[in-house]
């Protein structure tokens, strides 16, 4: 009767094994895990430096540099699939965690080597190629932030617990690509390149974050699996080693999370401030050029056009700006004509229809000096517009004339006729700036330049502070 009355009780305990187990060995790293001595072989085979790995290295080092030259995402993907740098940082990581202090110092050696080799090969691509700008590919690789910390952690864990398979699976290349080793330190060449001391450090901070953490994240789990201790370390040392693990860590870590916090900052304050101004426009009918947003001191700066006043505009935008939890903002918002409103801006442009009328007016022979008059009020108008719509810009030019150019030097050379015969009647203008535009801002422009100015044949080149006198960009 005992016995019975026992049945009914153990079921559903027998169930809940059941299911823990399931679900154990569903998630259990020992399910497919190789030997523990293929494991070793393998970490050890890839963490040596041979001839045929440093040829590699120098290879993917060049195609990633023309990769983010050119801003080709899929060019940097390739070579970070055949980098070999992923082998030694998983090989320094290992080490700690078997207390193989020969293997830890053979991959900090061969790290050392494969980035100075690195920096080598892509400053040198760098300094000799025709293309100087920093596109965006290079640009994102020189401010890493806490999110870099957590992409190196799990790719990290990733790349060391598919490496322990029995089978190798496609989890090694995806590694390769998420944690981007490669795009860093190419970034860092073309900073000592062009001596940008700022790129150098935001782009080997980002390189040092994805060894560190790849290299915790193998020791971590290469605990889990309880691989076998391969070197000997007394106490003392196997506390010392944790101490500089630990330390190195937090030294990596805390700067990335201040950067992340600023970045996180920045993207709420510029959020808050496109919605409070895409409601606005709404309201009062007027659109916006252009907007510059800056966090750190809270302000907002509009170039619009369009109906509305700008003081009332600046009023509205600050209140609401308040409202919406921006303490003390900063609003700025200028009209595209040079004016501070559209009533304003409407009664000089009357006044400019008026006086070329006038002028229209005059005897027949006197109609080129009416047409030059004309071209050069529309010249002034555009300048001064483009400096509203750029007040960063430290020169401006804007001019019409005949306009000749060739890539070919003999072909200029041999043919002095073709100024006559291939020359241009365009709108040119020229712009020098601190800070490079983006490719989106350049078309922008043009497109602008073409609809203001009536004319589809327009020439802009761009000339950036840190380059040369007359080095400049259509």
């Known amino acids: 009767m005992n016995k019975n009355n026992n049945l009914p009780t153990n079921e559903p305990e027998s169930a809940d094994n059941k299911a823990a187990a399931a679900l154990k060995d569903v998630f259990s790293l020992h399910h497919d895990q190789a030997h523990p001595d293929k494991i070793d072989a393998a970490v050890r085979a890839?963490?040596?430096?041979?001839?045929?790995?440093?040829?590699?290295?120098?290879?993917?080092?060049?195609?990633?540099?023309?990769?983010l030259n050119v801003n080709s995402t899929a060019v940097v993907i390739g070579a970070m699939l055949i980098s070999p740098l992923m082998g030694p940082i998983v090989g320094m990581g290992y080490g700690a965690a078997v207390g193989d202090v020969a293997l830890i110092r053979m991959a900090w050696r061969n790290i050392a080597v494969f980035v100075v080799i690195s920096l080598i090969t892509a400053t040198l691509y760098f300094?000799?190629?025709?293309?100087?700008?920093?596109?965006?590919?290079?640009?994102?690789?020189?401010?890493?932030?806490?999110?870099?910390?957590?992409?190196?952690?799990f790719g990290g864990s990733a790349g060391i617990v598919a490496a322990t398979r029995k089978e190798a699976g496609n989890a090694v290349p995806g590694v390769a690509i998420a944690t981007a080793l490669m795009p860093p330190l190419c970034t860092a060449g073309y900073a000592l390149a062009h001596g940008k001391w700022d790129y150098f450090f935001g782009a080997f901070y980002l390189f040092s974050i994805n060894c560190v953490f790849i290299?915790?994240?193998?020791?971590?789990?290469?605990?889990?699996?309880?691989?076998?201790?391969?070197?000997?370390?007394?106490?003392?040392?196997?506390?010392?080693?944790?101490?500089?693990?630990?330390?190195?860590?937090?030294?990596?870590m805390v700067p990335s999370a201040y950067l992340a916090a600023g970045l996180v900052r920045q993207e709420l304050f510029n959020t808050t401030a496109n919605q409070v101004v895409q409601e606005l426009q709404k309201q009062e009918g007027f659109y916006v050029l252009r907007s510059t947003f800056d966090h750190r001191k809270q302000t907002v700066g509009l170039i619009i056009n369009g109906t509305g006043n700008t003081e009332k505009i600046t009023a509205l935008l600050t209140r609401k700006l308040?409202?919406?939890?921006?303490?003390?903002?900063?609003?700025?918002?200028?009209?595209?004509?040079?004016?501070?409103?559209?009533?304003?801006?409407?009664?000089?442009?009357?006044?400019?229809?008026?006086?070329?009328?006038?002028?229209?007016?005059?005897?027949?022979?006197d109609a080129e000096a009416v047409l030059a008059a004309g071209q050069a009020v529309r010249e002034t108008d555009l300048l001064a517009e483009i400096r509203v719509q750029f007040p960063e810009a430290t020169g401006v030019f804007v001019g019409r004339g005949a306009l000749w150019q060739t890539e070919n030097a003999a072909e200029a050379a041999a043919s002095l006729a073709a100024v006559n015969t291939e020359a241009d009647e365009g709108l040119t203008v020229w712009l020098r700036l601190s800070e490079p535009l983006s490719e989106k801002e350049q078309s922008r422009l043009r497109a602008w330049l073409k609809q203001r100015s009536g004319n589809p044949d327009v020439h802009v080149f761009l000339q950036y502070a840190a380059e040369p006198s007359g080095q400049s960009h259509e």
């Open 46 to 67: 890839n963490v040596r430096v041979s001839g045929t790995n440093m040829w590699v290295l120098i290879f993917a080092i060049a195609i990633a540099s023309i990769g």
């Open 127 to 153: 300094l000799i190629t025709p293309l100087q700008q920093a596109q965006s590919e290079l640009l994102a690789r020189t401010q890493p932030t806490l999110w870099d910390v957590l992409i190196a952690f």
């Open 215 to 252: 290299a915790f994240a193998t020791l971590i789990f290469v605990k889990l699996l309880k691989l076998p201790r391969r070197g000997l370390v007394t106490d003392g040392k196997r506390l010392l080693h944790r101490v500089v693990i630990t330390a190195v860590i937090a030294a990596v």
């Open 322 to 365: 308040n409202d919406a939890g921006v303490r003390e903002p900063q609003v700025r918002v200028l009209y595209a004509g040079g004016s501070h409103s559209l009533e304003q801006a409407k009664a000089e442009l009357e006044k400019t229809i008026r006086a070329n009328a006038e002028r229209y007016s005059q005897p027949q022979n």
